[in-house]
């Protein structure tokens, strides 16, 4: 019996010593997960177009679609006369975004997003004109072209009725601009790499300090503030490439993030991290309401008694108050302290902004109070 019980003995070991060891990690965030290196960053991309090969859903006979249309034409020989303005509602004029990630080479492929600017319906069966990608500077990155996909839907009834669904006037291309030119990071050529957090924390820039410097040897990297970390680099780029391999897959442990307290008073929505503190406070909470109710008395006179009709205002003046036991917040509740507290008065989203505004006033929320 007990050689038939061993694969089970030694299965419970295995998670016994799997549960003991995963708490200690639990917390643990790789450094790639924090931030990433300076210089490695996405870039925008910009361009007009237009659409062409839509259902009579375009723009019509807008100018900027009229010129863009005599510009694509004008490239093949095709020039239009003078004063003659082609019907466009098979055209369309649109922006075109993409994104140009690091790194990127001449010859890959980028996904970009088409929305008309003009008065066009649909973008719905289009297909985009060959038409140039800028970036920031001017120059041209990417060409993109090729047929949309829509995930909007748009009808018109003869009655004036329409129905829309999503967007048609917007839609993507998968792959379609392919990049003409790389954007130089200088990564391998600087004398030193910085690493930035993407939140800005004292503790979370000294932890990753300290992890790089246990795996790479003390003085490999230095905290310069709250968001960066200078890390000495070999020479060389494929040396830096495993370098940096190496330090986003350290781990680190966070560091607990401030008190805070969201609360959108639009929505009456309110999110507490659990970092919040309440020192010692009585709340008390209830609600006034005052109703008054107007029933003129009508008087009229006996018949042939030559008075007049008279009609007397009489008002009813009704105050309800909606008491509600105060209670004590003791020194250090936490999160869970706290909204139970609240959720006993029965307070709604709008009484606990005013609750919790109240508590910071009166110095009792230990807690950064944001207020969008």
């Keep these: 019996m007990l050689a038939l019980h061993r694969p089970a003995i030694r299965l419970l070991l295995v998670i016994a010593l799997f549960v003991a060891w995963f708490p200690g990690r639990a917390n643990a965030e790789r450094i790639k997960d924090l931030g990433q290196f300076d210089g490695l960053r996405s870039n925008q991309l910009t361009g007009y177009g237009i659409v062409v090969g839509l259902a009579g859903t375009g723009d019509d006979s807008l100018d900027y679609s009229t010129l863009g249309v005599k510009g694509a034409v004008s490239r093949f020989g095709l020039n239009l006369p003078a004063g003659i303005n082609p019907a466009l ?46 970036g920031a500077d001017g120059q041209i990155y990417a060409m993109a072209q090729g047929n949309l996909v829509i995930g909007g839907l748009g009808v018109d009834a003869a009655d004036g009725s329409k129905t829309v669904v999503n967007d048609p006037a917007a839609g993507r291309i998968e792959g379609g601009a392919s990049i003409e030119r790389a954007v130089e990071t200088g990564f391998a050529t600087r004398f030193e790499l910085s690493f930035n957090l993407s939140d800005f924390d004292l503790t979370n820039a000294k932890r990753v300090a300290d992890a790089i410097n246990r ?19 070999p020479v060389g780029a494929e040396a830096r490439v495993a370098l940096m391999s190496r330090i986003e897959n350290l781990e680190i442990t966070p560091a607990d993030a401030p008190a805070r307290v969201i609360v959108n008073a639009r929505t009456g929505t309110v999110v507490m991290n659990g970092a919040v503190r ?81 508590l910071k006033q009166a110095g009792a929320l230990k807690a950064e109070l944001v207020i969008q």
């Design 278 to 358: 309440v020192g010692p406070a009585a709340v008390s909470h209830g609600k006034l309401t005052v109703r008054i109710d107007e029933e003129p008395q009508v008087s009229q006179p006996a018949p042939f008694s030559r008075g007049q009709t008279v009609v007397t205002p009489s008002s009813a003046i009704n105050v309800e108050e909606q008491g509600s036991p105060m209670f004590l917040m003791p020194r250090g509740a936490k999160l869970s302290d706290i909204v139970d507290s609240i959720n006993r008065l029965g307070a709604s989203p709008g009484d606990l902004v005013a609750i919790l505004g109240a």
């Design 89 to 134: 509602k098979n055209a369309a004029a649109v922006m075109i975004t993409a994104e140009l990630p690091p790194f990127a080479k001449p010859g890959q492929r980028l996904d970009v997003t088409v929305s008309a600017i003009g008065k066009a319906k649909s973008l719905r069966g289009g297909t985009l004109v060959l038409a140039p990608l800028l």
């Design 215 to 233: 795996a790479m040897g003390d003085g490999a990297a230095r905290a310069m503030d709250g968001t960066s970390i200078r890390i000495a680099a």
